[in-house]
């Protein structure tokens, strides 16, 4: 039997404000509860627990609501490689101070 899953205080903040979030999202688009989850493939109930920030949703949950609320692709940018600046820093410090051509003879140009 796996072991229950207790997200730490942290996590649960930053749950419950996607939830707010989303929850805000939803209604300036005066969308109904009813309507997103039809919409989004689930429950009224599930969609409230996702409101709410419950760490039990699914995060494909999270996305096909996002999707219903055309929010979609400010998912996909999460974690984006691009814009992770400590992986950026840490590849850059593993990097040689001089760049070294291999393959090559020292002297005649050809490979």
């Known amino acids: 039997m796996p072991t229950p899953h207790f997200p730490s205080p942290a996590v649960r903040k930053v749950l419950r404000k996607l939830g707010a979030n989303i929850h805000e999202a939803r209604v300036r688009r005066k969308l109904p509860m009813s309507v997103v989850a039809e919409r989004a493939a689930t429950s009224r109930p599930t969609l409230s627990r996702l409101e709410k920030g419950d760490p039990s949703v699914s995060i494909g949950i ?34 040689p101070r001089r760049a070294r051509i291999t393959g090559q003879k020292h002297g005649d140009g050809n490979a």
Do not use: I, K
């Not at 998912?75 to 820093?89: C, E, K, M, T």
């Open 62 to 95: 999270y996305a096909a609501v996002l999707q219903a609320l055309g929010l979609l692709d400010d998912l996909a940018g999460l974690a984006d490689p691009a814009l992770d600046s400590v992986g950026q820093q840490l590849v850059s410090a593993g990097l």
